[in-house]
């Protein structure tokens, strides 16, 4: 499986933060918003990955995340040139996908979860066309909204429903074979002249291979899209952390224990140790961590 990190679009929602900055760039606590999605597909024995954003922003994508290697792993860039939708990155990002499966994984959106992330990795390896990840939440007419059977197969997908159906919404993470990129190259844009990834989804839904994993209550996850949900995140991200001692969504962190770089490495890469804090542990990056 080979991974796409979609950091693109205009973020209008957000501005002006995102008049002079990628939205994606922009803090998490500590650390710019990509750096949670990436840690995410390190941790999920990802090696391969590539970064699509806008024309203007590139340069600076690769000034932060170079091409990889210090990670132990391979980053390739390439750009969208307007909001053309969630499934257009498929278009773009064929001839690196090859004949490879795909993760999509939305640069805006946070997951947190147990360590390792076994649930995700399960599903990983029993993947099958198409796989959705679902959380619940209180407002689901916000969402994408998605009804399964009892065999956990998606039945139907409702964008942002007047009247949802059931309260789990689609997150920004999504596991798809290799059809996707032609079922993508065959979709009609919208009315907003987009290829929306909704329509893919319900592709592999008429084919009965549309699958949802549930994020049970020990997941967090955040769609950091506005002011508020920035701060939500930003604060959860700093509490945890000072709990835990150990830093999220740092990708030296996840290839370090992936078995990526070594010790010496993480230690030179990560720079000065924090000093404890008076809100709470702060240990630091070396704290509890095992190769």
Known sequence: ?????????????????T????????????????YYPLSLLIELGLREILVISTPEHRDQYTRLLGDGSRLGIRLEYTVQDAPRGLAHALLLARPFIGGRRICLALGDNLFHGPDPPGRLRESLGRHRGCTLFSRKVTEPEQYGVATVDAHGRVVALEEKPTRPR?????TGLYFYDNDALDKAAALTPSRRGELEITDLNRCYVREGRASLV????????????T???????AQYIRTHQQLRGRPIGSPEDAAFRAGLISREELVRQSGPVPAPSSAGPRRGLLSEHRP
């Open 19 to 34: 008049l002079v900055s990628s939205k994606q760039l922009l803090p998490v606590y500590d650390k710019p918003m990509i």
């Open 214 to 225: 549930e994020l049970g209550d020990d997941w967090a996850w955040f769609d950091t899209g």
């Open 166 to 170: 059931s309260d789990l919404a689609v």
């Open 227 to 233: 002011p508020d949900s920035l701060l939500d995140a």
């Open 1 to 17: 499986m080979r991974g796409i990190i979609l950091a693109g679009g205009s973020a209008t929602r957000l501005r002006p933060l």
